[in-house]
């Protein structure tokens, strides 16, 4: 680089003279020198490097400038409303900047940005950008811009900027909520602008009020009001440093009266608000009047009672509500009070589905209370479309990515004015599950879980597996020929081989599993009733089983089954002084439909004044039902009315039909005060009884806990038997009595689905033998080898058991719903077959399976079977086997000890043996938690 010199010359002038020209000269070079440094702090590049180097003089710097005017660089301006090159940007405010090349020709400028905000350019040759800094900032934040030239990257120069607080800025349209306080208390303003952050106050009277940080564009002050305030109230925002300041300056008003009003409302006293639907409590306190009666008045919506209660109402008015109480003995004396309605802050009581289907979008219906049209509904922290139904019902589309596992954290947001977000809620998740879980629900929903179908469930989700399941081909039983097969025995035989094959084997194990809980309360039994008509009634029960209740009553009631069972068939009208059968009409309101009391809608009797429980029926009732079923008997072969001055030989194929001269055509009345009139046909008659019965209150939770009982638990709760009930009454659309609706409710529910994650001790059934005795056999793949798939021997070993299929000895089933096991308070009716010598017996069967000794059936548990292939791992082998009968719940403790057990055991077969012998026979297995 050249370094100009300046010659020298000798000097003519006056002493004095060239005092004062060194003097000037000297001032020249220093204003030069101060200048460089100040340019060479905003010029940064390789080639002015080494020329600032070479600098080291007052004259060497007057040089350099010279040379470095033909040297092109480039410069940053920056202007924010603060000013020009202030080296600072508040938060969320932008700042414009400028490149400026000092020589050369035009150049197109690169920007780039370190550290936090957003930096956008344009212009002619990308000379100009707006950056904009977060509306949040960490300590000592700053953030550098380099601008450079594209085709020379080298020169370059870059501007660093510290991040500071912004001014806070008031709205000017509805900054300020309420914009008018009563006297005597201290009154939220919500304030909504711009630039606030955490340390944002508000000032009033010198003195620095509370006040509560809700985001970057909402502020709460609390103002102190004096009783004797009047006028209007200054008030001013400031912001801490780094930046911030003092921001706008915002003005109350305060209205004092002679008469004080006071408003008590959910979210505080004095607040200038009402949540939108809620009510506020107003008291006028008059003083200079010794009649202290006031009138109440409203303008703006809602609406007041004469004692002062307001009800604000459920969409936001246009503006501010005003309250008046006038005296009622001056009318000219009057107090308002300006009440802005704001949006409640939501909460969330309840999901359903509960469980969500991952990989898809499910409608979710949100339950809950606070919710307004602008409710958002969001699902872990992302807004999902939201459909507003009430203030307590919200519809979101919720997208659960696929393989979603977990539950899903939802809340719901209202927007302003007030609103706010509700507490998270937790109570729903993604229906992708567990091996663990999907093992759960298959104990619940068919006669026992198989690996391949854990998978299965584990895979597809709990919705889809009921929706499968609904939608799976009916296994209708074979039906029981007159000459039945020599190796049966009897036709009863034949009808329970069909039946085993069925549980054992039939894809729509659901439909066979509610059949099996229907059978267990519309009772028959084959010890009364012929083999080949069993069959046809449980054909009827699975055909029914995703149907109506009302259609189960109508096909049990004219069932022939049924009608030979409980006498309904050939029970004709009765003569004068006489009852008609009483059987069916009894059975079916105690066993089959309502219960001995009256229930609330959770199943829990109701009582009346003295604490007593209050009888459903009378005798009377039952007779008149009793009435309303005579005249039936057997269809002729083709199902229609027989001749009855012939023989009508038995037709269990077709219900039964009515001969109307056999029937009782007088009133009759039912329950509730329903009076069916005289003179209607038989089939009038029995339409009016049984939607007597099917719209009575007892029957959905009744019912509702039957099933619960039969499917999840032995001892529902209230809430959950209430839940369901609910759903009974009403499947969303409106239909009482919907199987599909009730069945889902059922599985679905929280408390079915509680024990998942967690066994909970008092919850769950005793397996009863039959479902012990499916589980075990589809568990460990048993099959059939009997030369003529005859599985009736099966009966035998359950009969043992306590439970034979379709053999119980009276209508009140193997065991009732209502057994509670001795010396405890718990419902558990599976414990009425169990005692010390089922226990055994069931110990000894479970010696038979595992040693492959069940006549005409055959399991492979050698070791190159799925669970022989596990034995040379026993903690593999154990665990395997506690997933597939234990859903993986099993005792930690327990695990040990079979490990531990099985560890010394060296032939694998033996081994698996023994590890699933001691499984199935733990009673943490017997007992479904």
């Not at 303008?299 to 008015?317: D, M």
């Not at 501010?320 to 939501?346: F, Q």
């Not at 992302?382 to 977990?406: H, K, L």
């Not at 089939?683 to 007597?692: I, M, P, V």
Request: hydrophobic residues 40%; glycine residues 8%.
């Amino acid at each position: 680089m050249r370094i100009f010199r300046m010659k020298s010359h000798r000097s003519t002038a006056p002493t004095a003279l060239a005092a004062s020209l060194s003097l000037l000269i000297m001032s020249t070079v220093s204003s030069e020198v101060s200048r460089a440094a100040t340019v060479a702090s905003h010029y940064v590049s390789a080639s002015h490097a080494s020329v600032e180097s070479a600098v080291v003089s007052s004259g060497l710097k007057t040089a350099f400038l010279a040379e470095s005017a033909a040297t092109q660089t480039i410069h940053i301006t920056a202007t924010d409303p603060d000013g020009v090159n202030k080296a600072t940007a508040r938060l969320g405010i932008p700042v414009q900047l400028k490149a400026t090349v000092s020589a050369g020709p035009a150049h197109v400028v690169q920007w780039i940005l370190q550290g936090r905000g957003t930096l956008t350019f344009g212009g002619t040759n990308n000379a100009t950008a707006t950056y904009t800094a977060p509306v949040t900032r960490s300590s000592n934040e700053t953030t550098t811009i380099t601008a450079r030239l594209a085709s020379s990257k080298s020169v370059a120069t870059s501007y660093k900027m510290y991040v500071i607080n912004p001014i806070p800025i008031i709205s000017s349209h509805n900054g300020v909520v309420p914009d008018q306080l009563l006297t005597g208390a201290q009154q939220a303003v919500s304030l909504t602008g711009t630039g606030f952050v955490g340390g944002t106050a508000a000032i009033y009277n010198g003195k620095t009020l509370s006040t509560t940080y809700d985001g970057p564009n909402h502020l709460t002050a609390y103002v102190p009001v004096a009783d004797n305030a009047s006028g209007t109230l200054k008030l001013q925002l400031r912001s801490p440093a780094p930046g911030g300041g003092l921001g706008t300056v915002f003005y109350i008003t305060v209205d004092p009266d002679k008469i004080a009003l006071t408003a008590k409302a959910s979210n505080g006293v004095n607040t200038g608000t009402a949540l939108m639907g809620s009510t506020v409590s107003m008291s006028a306190a008059v003083s200079g009047s010794t009649d202290k009666a006031v009138s109440w008045s409203v303008t703006g919506g809602g609406s007041i009672s004469t004692s002062g209660v307001y009800r604000a109402p459920t969409e936001l008015p246009g503006g501010p509500v005003t309250i008046t109480a006038t005296l009622v003995a001056n009318p000219a004396i009057r107090a308002s009070y300006r009440v802005t309605v704001v949006n409640p802050r939501p909460s969330i009581l309840s999901a359903a589905p509960f469980l969500i289907p991952a990989g898809r979008t499910t409608s979710v219906t949100i339950a809950g209370n606070g919710f307004v049209p602008g409710t958002t509904v969001r699902v872990n922290n992302v807004a999902v479309p939201t459909t507003y139904e009430s203030p307590s019902s919200v519809v979101a589309r919720v997208a659960v990515p696929g393989g979603s596992r977990g539950a899903l954290a939802i809340t719901a947001l209202n927007p302003a004015p007030g609103g706010g977000g509700s507490p998270q809620f937790t109570g729903a998740q993604a229906s992708a599950i567990s091996l663990s879980s999907a093992a759960r629900v298959l104990e619940q929903t068919t006669f026992g879980p198989t690996t391949s179908l854990i998978q299965h469930v584990g895979q597809e989700g709990i919705d889809a597996w009921l929706k499968e399941q609904f939608d799976a081909p009916r296994t209708v039983l074979a039906p029981i020929p007159v000459k039945f097969p020599g190796y049966c025995g009897d036709a009863a035989n034949c009808m329970e081989s069909e039946w085993w094959r069925a549980t054992l084997t039939g894809q729509d194990q659901l439909r066979q599993r509610v059949a099996f809980a229907l059978s267990q309360l519309f009772v028959v039994s084959s010890i009364n009733i012929q083999g080949q008509a069993t069959d046809i009634y449980a054909n009827m029960l699975s055909r029914d089983a995703f149907s109506n209740w009302l259609t189960i009553m109508r096909d049990v009631t004219l069932s022939p089954v049924m009608g030979v069972y409980l006498n309904t068939l050939y029970n004709q009208a009765p003569p004068p002084g006489k009852i008609a059968n009483e059987n069916y009409a009894r059975e079916n309101l105690q066993l089959f439909s309502l219960g001995l009391e009256l229930l609330n809608q959770d199943g829990t009797p109701k009582r009346n004044s003295s604490g007593k429980t209050i009888p459903t029926y009378s005798q009377a009732q039952v007779e008149a039902f009793a009435r309303a079923y005579t005249g039936y008997v057997w269809a002729a072969s083709n199902g229609g009315i027989p001749n009855i001055d012939v023989y009508t030989p038995p037709n269990f194929n077709y219900p039964l039909v009515a001969i109307e001269h056999w029937h009782d055509h007088n009133a009759k009345t039912l329950l509730n005060g329903t009076t069916l009139p005289g003179g209607q046909t038989a089939a009038e008659d029995l339409t009016g009884a049984l939607h007597n019965i099917f719209n009575h209150p007892n029957l959905p939770p009744f019912v509702s806990k039957q099933l619960i009982q039969h499917l999840v638990t032995s001892n529902p709760s209230p809430a959950y038997v209430a839940r369901v009930a609910d759903v009974f009454v009403d499947n969303g659309a409106h239909v009482r009595g919907d199987m599909v609706a009730v069945i889902t409710a059922i599985i679905t529910d929280p408390e079915a689905r509680a024990g998942d994650t967690e066994p909970i001790a008092t919850s769950g059934h005793l397996t009863e033998p039959v479902l012990w005795i499916t589980s075990v056999m589809r568990g460990l793949g048993f099959v059939s080898v009997d030369p003529h798939d005859d599985y009736q021997l099966l009966s035998n070993y359950s009969g043992v058991l306590g439970e034979w299929p379709y053999q119980a000895e009276s209508v009140f089933n193997f065991f009732p719903p209502s057994y509670v096991i001795p010396g405890t308070d718990l419902n558990a009716p599976e414990f009425g077959v169990e005692n010390t010598a089922s226990v055994t017996d069931r110990m000894t069967l479970a010696d038979d399976m595992v040693r492959n000794a069940l006549d005409s059936f055959n399991v492979d548990l050698s070791a190159t079977s799925p669970l022989g292939k596990l034995a040379h791992n026993p903690a593999s082998l154990v665990d395997a086997l506690g997933t597939l009968f234990m859903h993986g719940m099993m005792d930690p403790n327990v695990r040990s000890v079979i490990i531990n057990e099985v560890s010394t055991i060296t032939n694998p077969e033996q081994r698996v043996r023994i590890a699933t012998y001691l499984v199935i026979t733990l009673t943490q297995y017997k007992i479904q938690h």
